[in-house]
T-cell receptor, first 112, second 110 residues
Framework: EAQVTQNPRYLITVTGKKLTVTCSQNMNHEYMSWYRQDPGLGLRQIYYSMNVEVTDKGDVPEGYKVSRKEKRNFPLILESPSPNQTSLYFC???????????FGSGTRLTVV | QKEVEQNSGPLSVPEGAIASLNCTYSDRVSQSFFWYRQYSGKSPELIMSIYSNGDKEDGRFTAQLNKASQYVSLLIRDSQPSDSATYLCAGYTGGFKTIFGAGTRLFVKA
């Protein structure tokens, strides 16, 4: 089954404790992206990747890091999480940046 | 002006009616356009894409794009309670980014 797999689904952590949210796709997609979704603000892009070792900032990259060492994986790293990073996070992939995306099931992160 | 703007709703329609969802966009968004459906607590799901002016039909869904007026719409015919969800409009900017609107909540009353 074609899918984007994110883990974990839910995460509660404390301020400053480094965490990683994993994302993996099995569709051989070139393009992958991370979004956060907040009430009233919609989906905002954090980082995106055009291909292996090619990443760039989206609209809200502060406090986040990403890497793309393999085509299928695109982890999101929060080096020192803060409460304002409490949000619902989605990983997405697509065959090309101009096409529609397949989204992962989401990660609900709470930073206390 | 937001780059992709939608009325947050809620839009309420009776079962069997046509639901009309609208979206306007700024000059920055000029390429491809997409409609996603998102059920509460779930991830967005792509339901329609449209790349050129005019209408595109897929089953009960019709997407309409008018580049001169900078709006894109989604019509859902014969609306069902299972169509109750938030509908996200999105546009590709041509600069490696797709920008999403905040979504319109649709309620279909049985």
């Amino acid at each position: 089954e074609a899918q984007v797999t994110q883990n974990p689904r839910y995460l509660i952590t404390v301020t400053g404790k480094k965490l990683t949210v994993t994302c993996s796709q099995n569709m051989n997609h070139e393009y992958m992206s991370w979004y956060r979704q907040d009430p009233g603000l919609g989906l905002r892009q954090i980082y995106y990747s055009m291909n292996v070792e090619v990443t760039d900032k989206g609209d809200v990259p502060e406090g986040y890091k990403v890497s793309r060492k393999e085509k299928r994986n695109f982890p999101l790293i929060l080096e020192s999480p803060s409460p304002n990073q409490t949000s619902l996070y989605f990983c997405a992939s697509g065959p090309d940046r101009a096409y529609g995306y397949t989204f992962g099931s989401g990660t609900r992160l709470t930073v206390v | 002006q937001k780059e992709v703007e939608q009325n947050s709703g809620p839009l309420s329609v009776p079962e069997g009616a046509i639901a009309s969802l609208n979206c306007t966009y700024s000059d920055r968004v000029s390429q491809s356009f997409f409609w996603y459906r998102q059920y509460s607590g779930k991830s967005p799901e792509l339901i329609m894409s449209i790349y050129s002016n005019g209408d595109k039909e897929d089953g009960r869904f019709t997407a309409q794009l008018n580049k001169a007026s900078q709006y894109v719409s989604l019509l859902i015919r014969d609306s069902q309670p299972s169509d109750s969800a938030t509908y996200l409009c999105a546009g590709y900017t041509g600069g490696f980014k797709t920008i999403f609107g905040a979504g319109t909540r649709l309620f279909v009353k049985a």
